[in-house]
């Protein structure tokens, strides 16, 4: 391989993808998807989607690897957020203004990014609202005089307080009439949504490979830490090279976006 991977679902497809720069494009990441990427001979990991719920989720350490062995690993929107911000310290890229805000621990709460969506047939399609989305949008409602300031706040509140999975906008319009919010500005804001929708996860995972087509061909800095190969490391290191061939024949055979998970419905980010 001499092409960058990168791991994106819900939140940004392959054809997005493929406008912007020549990668090969794999689901969302599971543990041990980024080390098979570096085995596979990756020139550069973007980090957007990943799984975590029914599944491991994707390992500092693999990242940690990717970085020691010289590549440039970027992170955003989603998973990528996550590690990226957790990661920057050790030379993961963070990039937009999610994992900005991460990095600077205005947001904390791992719910801010998740989605539930769609398998690898369905094309990873998200069936609920990331947070981050909630609140983008809202606040663009907001400024532009579709909700008061009092009814942003009890909508995201609202939003907030449901399951990740459950998150969508009919239950958010739902419950904010129930719960006695101005019928006006619902009205407002049903309407308004199809044109006025933020999607902040797209903007940041769209700037994500942006940069990886700007800096192609870039390696990382050495690192100024040791890797160190514990007992764990080797474990998955072996179970990954153990499962390389079914993993090649599996993704010869994925007619599918890429390969990573399985549900009908999948919780990811």
Same mark, same amino acid.
């Given at each position: 391989?001499?092409?960058? !991977?990168?791991?994106?679902?819900?939140? %940004?497809?392959?054809?997005?993808?493929?406008?912007?720069?020549?990668?090969? +494009?794999?689901?969302?990441?599971? $543990?041990?998807?980024?080390?098979?990427?570096?085995?596979?001979?990756?020139?550069?990991?973007?980090?957007?989607?990943?799984?975590?719920?029914?599944?491991?989720?994707?390992?500092?350490?693999?990242?940690?690897?990717?970085? #020691? *062995?010289?590549?440039?690993?970027?992170?955003?929107?989603?998973?990528?957020? %996550?590690?990226?911000?957790?990661?920057?310290?050790?030379?993961?890229?963070?990039?937009?203004?999610? #994992?900005?805000?991460?990095?600077?621990?205005?947001?904390?709460?791992?719910?801010? !990014?998740?989605?539930?969506? $769609?398998?690898?047939?369905?094309?990873?399609?998200?069936?609920?609202?990331?947070? !981050?989305? +909630?609140?983008?949008?809202?606040?663009?409602?907001?400024?532009?005089? !579709?909700?008061?300031?009092?009814?942003?706040?009890? %909508?995201?509140?609202? +939003? *907030?307080? $449901?399951?990740?999975?459950?998150?969508?906008?009919?239950?958010?319009?739902?419950?904010?009439?129930?719960?006695?919010?101005?019928?006006?500005?619902?009205?407002?804001?049903?309407?308004?949504?199809?044109?006025? $929708?933020?999607?902040? *996860?797209?903007?940041?995972?769209?700037?994500?490979?942006?940069?990886?087509?700007?800096?192609?061909?870039?390696?990382?800095?050495?690192?100024?830490?040791?890797?160190?190969?514990?007992?764990?490391?080797?474990?998955?290191?072996?179970?990954?090279?153990?499962?390389?061939?079914?993993?090649?024949?599996?993704?010869?055979?994925?007619?599918? +976006?890429?390969?990573?998970?399985?549900?009908?419905?999948?919780?990811?980010?």
């Amino acid at each position: 391989m001499t092409r960058p !991977v990168i791991f994106a679902g819900p939140t %940004l497809d392959a054809g997005a993808i493929a406008e912007l720069l020549d990668a090969e +494009v794999r689901g969302p990441a599971t $543990r041990g998807d980024v080390l098979r990427a570096v085995d596979d001979g990756a020139t550069a990991i973007g980090l957007i989607d990943g799984c975590f719920e029914g599944v491991a989720a994707v390992w500092h350490k693999e990242l940690l690897w990717a970085l #020691a *062995k010289g590549l440039r690993v970027y992170g955003a929107a989603s998973m990528g957020a %996550l590690r990226a911000a957790e990661l920057a310290a050790f030379g993961m890229v963070p990039v937009g203004a999610i #994992a900005d805000a991460y990095l600077r621990e205005e947001l904390a709460d791992d719910d801010e !990014v998740a989605v539930a969506h $769609r398998d690898a047939e369905g094309g990873y399609a998200p069936v609920s609202e990331a947070m !981050v989305n +909630v609140r983008a949008t809202l606040a663009a409602a907001r400024d532009a005089g !579709v909700v008061a300031a009092a009814t942003h706040d009890a %909508l995201v509140g609202v +939003v *907030k307080a $449901r399951f990740y999975a459950e998150r969508t906008w009919g239950l958010a319009l739902a419950e904010g009439a129930r719960r006695g919010l101005p019928a006006e500005e619902l009205d407002a804001l049903r309407r308004w949504l199809p044109t006025g $929708r933020v999607d902040a *996860k797209q903007a940041d995972a769209l700037a994500l490979v942006a940069r990886m087509r700007d800096e192609a061909g870039a390696r990382g800095e050495a690192p100024g830490w040791r890797f160190e190969h514990t007992d764990a490391w080797e474990m998955l290191r072996r179970s990954v090279s153990q499962g390389a061939n079914a993993y090649r024949l599996k993704r010869a055979l994925d007619t599918g +976006v890429g390969a990573a998970c399985e549900a009908v419905v999948s919780p990811g980010g």
